[in-house]
T-cell receptor, first 113, second 112 residues
Framework: GAVVSQHPSWVICKSGTSVKIECRSLDFQATTMFWYRQFPKQSLMLMATSNEGSKATYEQGVEKDKFLINHASLTLSTLTVTSAHPEDSSFYIC?????????FGSGTRLTVV | DQQVKQNSPSLSVQEGRISILNCDYTNSMFDYFLWYKKYPAEGPTFLISISSIKDKNEDGRFTVFLNKSAKHLSLHIVPSQPGDSAVYFCAASAGNNNDMRFGAGTRLTVKP
């Protein structure tokens, strides 16, 4: 079945540095990728929708300059957390729409120290 | 690897009847299970959850059943309403980090 490979699965970084998270569609072409952030009590927030070859669409309240999304090819979308701070520590998940539903990446646990 | 599976991409039921959405998992370390509901152009919203120490959790019209031996859980919606039409995701997590694995979703259509 359609698989989205997300890397890294976990990362620890120092405050002020940048972290890149990759999501690759392994056996299909993902023209659209959704990026989510998990909050306490299992709430999942849609951060942005990336579209291949065009600018991402950010949800209200999400800082575009802080969460850089790039979707340069049909198989790769990246989320870069720039100048990370401890409050950016969270679980980030990507997802793509496929023929029969959605496929999710395995998520990235980001810890900023 | 798909550790959480929703084998039915879609389900159609009549208003007032019961909707049953199914989910299977493979990782025996999962100890917390959740259902999310997603409308078009929105992110998934949390619906109901169940811990592995229970086999049933009920919240209004929504009930989740967990069968640990079969590694299977289901979401029952009774009675179904047209507003319940959405995509439903099953998710599971293990341990204390709450990082979740998601199924592919089931699109529920409730017909008036």
């Amino acid at each position: 079945g359609a698989v989205v490979s997300q890397h890294p699965s976990w990362v620890i970084c120092k405050s002020g540095t940048s972290v890149k998270i990759e999501c690759r569609s392994l056996d299909f072409q993902a023209t659209t990728m959704f990026w989510y952030r998990q909050f306490p009590k299992q709430s999942l927030m849609l951060m942005a929708t990336s579209n291949e070859g065009s600018k991402a669409t950010y949800e209200q309240g999400v800082e575009k300059d802080k969460f850089l999304i790039n979707h340069a090819s049909l198989t790769l979308s990246t989320l870069t957390v720039t100048s990370a701070h401890p409050e950016d520590s969270s679980f980030y998940i990507c997802s793509a729409f496929i023929k029969d539903g959605y496929t999710f990446g395995s998520g990235t646990r980001l810890t900023v120290v | 690897d798909q550790q959480v599976k929703q084998n039915s991409p879609s389900l159609s039921v009549q208003e007032g009847r019961i909707s049953i959405l199914n989910c299977d998992y493979t990782n025996s370390m999962f100890d917390y299970f959740l259902w999310y509901k997603k409308y078009p152009a929105e992110g998934p919203t949390f619906l109901i959850s169940i811990s592995s120490i229970k086999d049933k959790n009920e919240d209004g019209r929504f009930t989740v059943f967990l069968n640990k031996s079969a590694k299977h859980l289901s979401l029952h919606i009774v009675p179904s309403q047209p507003g319940d039409s959405a995509v439903y995701f099953c998710a599971a997590s293990a341990g204390n980090n709450n990082d979740m694995r998601f199924g592919a979703g089931t699109r529920l259509t409730v017909k008036p």
